[in-house]
């Protein structure tokens, strides 16, 4: 068996999984978020728990959200207990075994470009779009990762100014700590922000869908400001990485209207002669980030074991 942990700001989610990566079962324990020790006490505990029915002791990969520095340190966490910790190395001495950690958008991307909707395709850009927004980029089945593994952080690249020009909006602050974060803008809260701007009202982004099927005017201009925020930020990524193809995953990906209408937002930040990829919904859903940090678990046993 192979163990694929997605480390949530409210949920851990625990998958195994079979040698060629199929689902066996999966389960969910919150996740402690201000307490390091008790965080590192409940996946292990997860593991053991594991362990215990299968009769393995099995690779661990797990995908966590923030920042993994090529020595494993984590940063910019929304699940604060992990910044500044070193989680792969102390899951490894508590567990008695290697555990692999990596961001949860990449390893999102990697099972989506090995087992899912970018599979067959040699550049493949994923996107996530839920409560945050963030991505990667996967060529010939390996993440490319950059010198601090931040390539496809398209989360945390500025806003288009001319976006911000046209719909007059604010420079919103950045749980990064910067302004303008194109995520304070495309993700799930950025988009109810957003409505919230336009409205003047306490809306959530669930409010903005019902009325928006429902005709509403100030949706309906919402909705325009929102994709071409969009639209200029996945513009961004093609003219810097070229994918073949795009994959969306996340809550907004859901979204009829928003997945149907991105082509043409694209587009629209595209220079002449430069055509948008083919856009995918993601194969495996929320279901991605453990499947790729179990990839990512069997791959690191697999090196140590080659060495």
């Not at 990064?176 to 003047?200: M, P, Q, V």
């Not at 949706?219 to 200029?232: I, N, P, S, V, W």
């Not at 003219?239 to 928003?258: F, M, N």
Request: proline fraction near 3%; include cysteine; glycine fraction near 12%.
């Amino acid at each position: 068996m192979i163990y694929g942990l997605d480390i949530g700001g409210t949920k851990i989610e625990m998958a195994v999984f079979r040698p060629d990566f199929s689902l066996v079962e999966r389960w969910r324990v919150a996740t402690p978020t201000a307490d390091y020790a008790l965080f590192l006490q409940t996946v292990s505990a997860q593991v053991a728990a594991a362990d215990q029915k299968y009769g393995d002791k099995a690779a661990v990969g797990i995908a966590l959200p923030g920042v993994v520095a090529p020595v494993g340190l984590v940063t910019s966490s929304n699940v604060v207990c992990l910044n500044q910790q070193l989680v792969g190395s102390d899951l490894t001495q508590r567990l008695q075994r290697p555990v692999a950690i990596g961001n949860d958008c990449r390893l999102f991307v990697l099972s989506e470009a090995l087992l899912g909707a970018g599979r067959g395709f040699r550049r493949v850009f994923g996107v996530i779009l839920g409560t945050g927004a963030g991505g990667g980029l996967c060529v010939d089945g390996e993440l490319y990762q950059g010198r601090h593994q931040l390539a496809g952080e398209l989360g945390h690249q500025s806003i288009a100014a001319r976006v911000l020009a046209q719909y007059q909006l604010p420079l919103y602050r950045c749980g990064c700590g910067l302004d303008g974060c194109a995520e304070t803008y495309i993700s799930g809260t950025g988009l109810a922000r957003l409505y919230r701007h336009f409205s003047t009202r306490d809306v959530t982004t669930y409010d903005w869908l019902q009325a928006l099927r429902a005709g509403d005017a100030v949706a309906q201009h919402c909705f325009a400001c929102y994709l071409d925020a969009l639209g200029a930020a996945l513009a961004a990524q093609v003219l810097a990485y070229d994918p073949d193809v795009l994959v969306l995953g996340g809550g907004l990906s859901d979204i009829d209207e928003i997945f149907a209408a991105l082509p043409g937002a694209i587009s629209r930040h595209l220079f002449a002669g430069v055509e948008v990829p083919l856009l995918r919904r993601a194969e495996f859903g929320a279901a991605s980030g453990e499947r790729g940090a179990a990839i990512l678990g069997a791959r690191l046993c697999a090196q140590l074991s080659a060495s």
